[in-house]
């Protein structure tokens, strides 16, 4: 096989350098790794290389030191950087210091082969362009052609920067901060706002800024927006060099103010306005600025249409799980007073396990409307006073199925379905509804199977008085391995979780 050019790798991790060996060899490249960046300037002395591959944080030098070092003996040398905390800053940074692209930890190998290719492609271009300048050095029409050449390879890293920063989930108000911190980072523009419509759109509203910690006023009326009712009519930018009625308010005699104004569009009606003024080097916004912008404010917009439609979705959802909850209060107060008690419990041992944001969040949601089932559970066997019948507990052990049946339409994520359905599993494999064994259990069932055994112990039922802690406590340690999960009734008896001054600081059932 042809070899598609040879990449040296940089990293102080030798699982990261052997991952990138074996994918890149896999496909063609010729690949060396070297664990510094000290080792990496010898290798380029001594040989040639198409495209450098190094992380952004190793110990004896910075990538983007090593970055810089690169550019002084090669400017047309591709590098690409590897970081574990992609940021737009990081992002910018090696942009400016000539970076190519950046790949984010952990890696997805085929996105990190796209960007690899790509950074060839760049890194191709540029050598045929210099051979073909040195050729033709006297020939000065070609001299912008090049430098336009440039501009544009640029451009697209920069474009590619802005849908990797862009990418991740934010709710709105992050959404809206994180356009005009990439607004401002690829224009060089000292201040920026971003305005959106009120609901009679009469006002523009300042939703996100930069540089305008003086800002009078958050709340503008369209009406004295000046040039940026052009926007709002044409529905298109509109630009000046020396604006002094600027929205910011920041315009200063003597000095220049140059002002970009750019539509956010949904649809085909404007929700709101990006505004930038003034750049760090005193210059006009260009052409180039204007492109980059309108680009990211129609992937903004994009990601706000699809944000709008999550949250109305999830504001049905919360309705008509709340419809559910109240339901069930209104057969049988226990639930009621179990659901909530034990939703804490599980919640406090969630954090102090240090599970991740995701599995408290199914706790919080789920947790409430664990017993939904029991809708489906004639009040002959849900209140009975006495001990259940083999036929009534077969009944009473469908409502896990039951509660699985009304909840699965919401298309809510697989642990806040776990909670409802499987918290009666065992650890052993004998509990249902799934006959689920040991880690097959998901992990919030089986912390909500802990608290939710101990706070029944503890709580007066129809059939018998409640245990003391102390009994409970006992009667979960028995049952550690068999019913339970060890390792989590460890943890709910280390941090003493029932004896904490519990509150309810989420979703107040009313």
Request: contains cysteine; glycine residues 6%; charged residues 30%.
């Amino acid at each position: 096989m042809n070899s598609k050019g040879t990449i040296l790798v940089i990293d102080d991790d030798s699982g990261v350098r052997q991952i990138f060996n074996d994918s890149l060899s896999e496909i063609g490249y010729e690949v060396s790794a070297v664990g510094s960046p000290c080792a990496g300037l010898d290798i380029i002395k001594k040989e040639s290389i198409d495209l450098i591959i190094t992380d952004i944080m190793m110990p004896e030098m910075s990538g983007i030191d090593f970055l810089r070092s690169v550019r002084s003996k090669n400017a047309d040398l591709p590098v690409v950087m590897i970081t574990g905390h992609p940021s737009v800053d990081v992002a910018v940074q090696a942009m400016k210091e000539g970076a190519s692209d950046f790949i984010s930890k952990p890696f997805n190998l085929a996105h990190a082969r796209l960007v690899i290719k790509k950074a060839m492609e760049e890194g191709r271009l540029r050598k045929e362009n210099k051979a073909l300048l040195s050729r033709v050095m006297k020939v000065d029409k070609l001299k912008p052609i090049s430098k336009k050449l440039s501009e544009k390879v640029r451009e697209l890293s920069v474009l590619y920067s802005m849908s990797e920063a862009l990418h991740r989930p934010f709710n709105t108000s992050e959404l809206l901060e994180k356009t005009v911190e990439i607004a401002t980072g690829v224009t060089y523009a000292k201040r920026a706002g971003l305005w959106m419509f009120d609901m009679g759109n009469s006002n523009l509203l300042l939703k996100a800024s930069h540089g305008m910690k003086d800002v009078k006023r958050i709340r503008v009326p369209i009406k004295d927006a000046g040039l940026i009712n052009n926007v709002i009519r044409e529905k298109r930018y509109v630009f000046s060099e020396d604006y002094k009625d600027c929205i910011c308010g920041e315009y200063k005699e003597g000095f220049r103010h140059p002002f970009l104004c750019v539509p956010i569009i949904i649809g085909k009606e404007i929700c709101g306005i990006l505004h930038l003024c003034e750049k760090i080097a005193g210059t006009n916004f260009t052409d180039n600025d204007v492109s980059l912008i309108e680009n990211l404010t129609e992937k903004a917009s994009l990601k706000l249409e699809n944000l709008a439609l999550y949250e109305n979705l999830i504001e049905k959802i919360l309705k008509s799980v709340t419809s559910l909850v109240k339901a069930i209060d209104a057969r049988d107060n226990y639930t009621m007073n179990h659901c909530r008690q034990v939703t804490l419990y599980a919640i406090q041992l969630a954090q102090f396990i240090s599970c991740p944001d995701e599995v408290i969040d199914a706790l919080r949601f789920a947790g409430p409307i664990h017993d939904v089932g029991k809708i489906g559970v004639r009040d002959g066997i849900l209140l009975k006073p006495g001990f259940l019948e083999q036929s009534e507990k077969d009944v009473m052990e469908s409502h896990v199925i039951i509660g699985d049946k009304i909840i699965r339409p919401l298309n809510l994520g697989s642990m806040e379905l776990a909670v409802v359905r499987n918290h009666h599993e065992r650890f052993d494999g004998s509990g249902y509804p799934d006959k689920l064994k040991g880690e097959k259990i998901p992990l919030v069932a089986r912390i909500f199977s802990v608290a939710d055994t101990y706070d029944a112990m503890t709580t007066n039922r129809p059939y018998r008085t409640a245990r003391s802690h102390e009994e409970a406590v006992k009667e979960l340690k028995r049952c550690r391995g068999t019913q339970f999960d060890g390792d989590i009734v460890d943890a709910f008896v280390k941090k003493d979780i029932c004896k904490d001054n519990l509150e309810m600081p989420f979703w107040e059932i009313s």
